[in-house]
């Protein structure tokens, strides 16, 4: 998010930190959302000043810190900071927390400001696997986003000590990145996704020449990391299959790496078997070599004005092959993407629409990439064409913006869609 234009009101964000050890983390929170021009007070739980002292918080913030609601009596501080907010986003969230949230507790000045708010609420959970797993902490995570709660996370990672697995706080970027979302659209991550599957490709796929040189393209993966994480947010059950991203892995997905397009193709055709919904966010390379050398082949060895080139499975259109086929469901919803440049006979937009013919998907998302646009960089622009002759422009703003716009037009398509 920009900076506020001059005489506007600075949003107002209320950050909680519950006493886990990734409080630490809620520092780096704090300071992108200062640093992007919002208003932050931070209610940390007694437990939390264990780990990062009030004088920290105060001090990034600009805002005094307290915990309980005896403090500041005159201004009802455990009222007015719940009501006056526009955003409250609680990092880390623990294992208790989430309990007490789940009960609606107002024991402290945290939760007292979480059951006065009205505004949206995002929670990073972050805590040992076996807490993440209880099925306590299930019901309380389902039951919180009943209530239009949004849930970051947790990644899968290291843990406190040696131990590593689901329960690692989310990267502070990615919180803070849905923070601003929720910032700019409140009702940008419903859980509309709850109980889907959805499966996301992203990043560029490598086709190698010998063991040091290889064919690829520009893609970072930056948009479809976006897309999974707020897939995620959203309460799908996401697997992301990552093709030599440039990107933290989004949280809450199950990730797959692969480095080639038959790779891809080979782990996308066994995934999708279970997916609602597909999002080819990858860039696919279309050729690979045709002679692939086991030695790097030298300078004086190869002709330079020669590489013979092999196309590379259409990965997309085989997948409406096989829903064509009986080997997916008939429900699934297969969405593709379309990097482009118009030329002196056709549009963008023509050359979009031949292409979802063509491919026989149901929703084709198209950017126009003259000059390098979408590939590495934090923005995006872009239209979503149906197969039905619907057509939804997003307008240029972050990836995760587009994401959440796009997964607006999915989640549509997926109400008007009978079960399987």
């Known amino acids: 998010m920009n900076a506020m234009p001059a005489g506007s009101a600075a949003p107002r964000v209320v950050l909680g930190v519950a006493g886990g050890i990734a409080a630490y983390k ?64 609680v990092v880390p969230a623990t294992a208790d927390l989430i309990s007490r949230m789940a009960q609606g507790r107002a024991d402290d000045l945290l939760t007292a400001s979480l059951l006065v708010a009205r505004c949206p609420v995002l929670i990073a959970p972050a805590m040992h696997t076996e807490m993440w797993e209880h099925p306590a902490t299930r019901a309380n995570i389902a039951t919180l986003r009943e209530r239009g709660v949004a849930v970051v996370g947790p990644a899968i990672g290291r843990l406190t000590g040696a131990d590593t ?15 601003k979302l929720l910032i700019q659209r409140p009702e940008a991550l419903p859980a509309d996704l709850t109980g889907r599957r959805v499966l996301v490709t992203a990043g560029g796929t490598r086709e190698a020449l010998d063991p040091v040189r290889f064919l690829t393209n520009r893609s970072s993966g930056k948009q479809g990391v976006a897309i999974a994480r707020v897939a995620a947010a959203r309460g799908a059950e996401v697997t992301f299959v990552a093709a030599n991203i440039h990107a933290p892995d989004p949280a809450g997905s199950r990730v797959i790496r692969v480095e080639s397009a038959r790779q891809m193709q080979e782990v996308v055709t066994a995934e999708a078997k279970e997916a609602d919904v597909v999002v080819m966010a990858a860039a696919v390379s279309d050729f690979r070599p045709s002679n692939y050398s086991g030695a790097k082949i030298k300078k004086t060895d190869a002709d330079p004005d020669i590489v013979a080139l092999t196309k590379n499975p259409d990965i997309l259109a085989g997948l409406v092959r096989d829903r064509t086929a009986g080997a997916l469901r008939a429900s699934t919803l297969i969405t593709g993407f379309a990097a482009e440049t118009g030329d002196d006979k056709h549009t963008v937009i023509d050359y979009a629409r031949a292409k979802l ?63 399987a």
Request: proline content about 4%.
């Open 165 to 179: 697995g689901a329960g690692r706080l989310a990267e502070p970027a990615e919180i803070a990145e849905l923070a």
């Open 357 to 419: 013919e063509r491919k026989g998907c149901d929703l084709l998302l198209v950017n126009s990439v003259a000059a390098g646009g979408a590939f590495e960089g934090d923005t995006n622009a872009g239209v979503v064409l149906g197969s039905d002759g619907t057509e939804v422009t997003i307008a240029d703003g972050s990836k995760t913006a587009l994401a959440a716009r796009l997964l607006d037009v999915i989640a549509g398509k997926l109400r008007d869609r009978a079960p």
């Open 26 to 89: 809620s520092c780096e929170v704090l300071r992108a959302l200062t640093e992007s021009a919002h208003h932050v007070d931070v209610i940390p739980t007694d437990a939390a000043l264990n780990f990062v002292g009030a004088a920290t918080f105060e001090a990034l913030s600009g805002h005094p810190v307290t915990t309980g609601v005896f403090s500041d009596i005159p201004a009802v501080r455990h009222v007015s900071l719940g009501q006056r907010a526009d955003l409250i986003v």
